[in-house]
T-cell receptor
Framework: DSGVTQTPKHLITATGQRVTLRCSPRSGDLSVYWYQQSLDQGLQFLIQYYNGEERAKGNILERFSAQQFPDLHSELNLSSLELGDSALYFC???????????FGPGTRLTVL | GENVEQHPSTLSVQEGDSAVIKCTYSDSASNYFPWYKQELGKGPQLIIDIRSNVGEKKDQRIAVTLNKTAKHFSLHITETQPEDSAVYFCAASRSNNFNKFYFGSGTKLNVKP
């Protein structure tokens, strides 16, 4: 158990809908990262937050957004969902803005 | 940006044999190289990492080597056990790039009892 929690574990929704994925980092970690893992793309970095501020952006679509709240938990919002958005979404956390990242168990999103 | 290539995509070994997974990277400024193990239905778990100021690091049956000149690094698992069966990912990042990890495509390791 990494100490990073993610909810929900599974999510099934329809195209065009909007969903919110939630992540709680390890106690004391200030940095949160979001990754997308699909069969044909491997692990793709989406976005990083550090102590409430956006720090780095990867291959995140404009339909996706994220934020980190004062209590350091983070939410990833996915809107206008498409079939291709079906994937595992992982959250990771680290104590600082660099170094070892600890991954959560992931949220499996299925878009029908 | 950084490009990390990982080989092989699948690897099957007999229990007790060694397994080697190799990764190459393109950005010479990358200075942190972690390896993650992902079991079915779980998130990736860090198993070992190496920074660019060392050439080799070992932790029990697992070792990682880094060749900065050639820009490649490898994971070595000795005396493999069935519980080593999983997907292994390498990654590269540089500390002045806000910890953005670039992952390899993964290696599915199967250890046959």
């Amino acid at each position: 158990d990494s100490g990073v929690t993610q909810t929900p574990k599974h999510l099934i929704t329809a195209t065009g809908q909007r969903v919110t994925l939630r992540c709680s980092p390890r106690s004391g970690d200030l940095s949160v990262y979001w990754y997308q893992q699909s069969l044909d793309q491997g692990l793709q970095f989406l976005i990083q937050y550090y102590n409430g501020e956006e720090r780095a952006k990867g291959n995140i679509l404009e339909r996706f957004s994220a934020q980190q709240f004062p209590d350091l938990h983070s939410e990833l919002n996915l809107s206008s969902l498409e079939l291709g958005d079906s994937a595992l979404y992982f959250c990771a956390s680290s104590a600082t803005s660099e170094g070892e990242q600890f991954f959560g168990p992931g949220t499996r999103l299925t878009v029908l | 940006g950084e490009n990390v290539e990982q080989h092989p995509s699948t690897l099957s070994v007999q229990e007790g044999d060694s397994a080697v997974i190799k990764c190459t990277y393109s950005d010479s400024a990358s200075n942190y190289f972690p390896w993650y193990k992902q079991e079915l239905g779980k998130g990736p778990q860090l198993i070992i990492d190496i920074r660019s100021n060392v050439g080799e690091k070992k932790d029990q049956r697992i070792a990682v080597t880094l060749n900065k000149t050639a820009k490649h690094f490898s994971l070595h698992i000795t005396e493999t056990q069935p519980e080593d069966s999983a997907v292994y990912f390498c990654a590269a990042s540089r500390s002045n790039n806000f910890n953005k990890f670039y992952f390899g495509s993964g290696t599915k390791l199967n250890v046959k009892p």
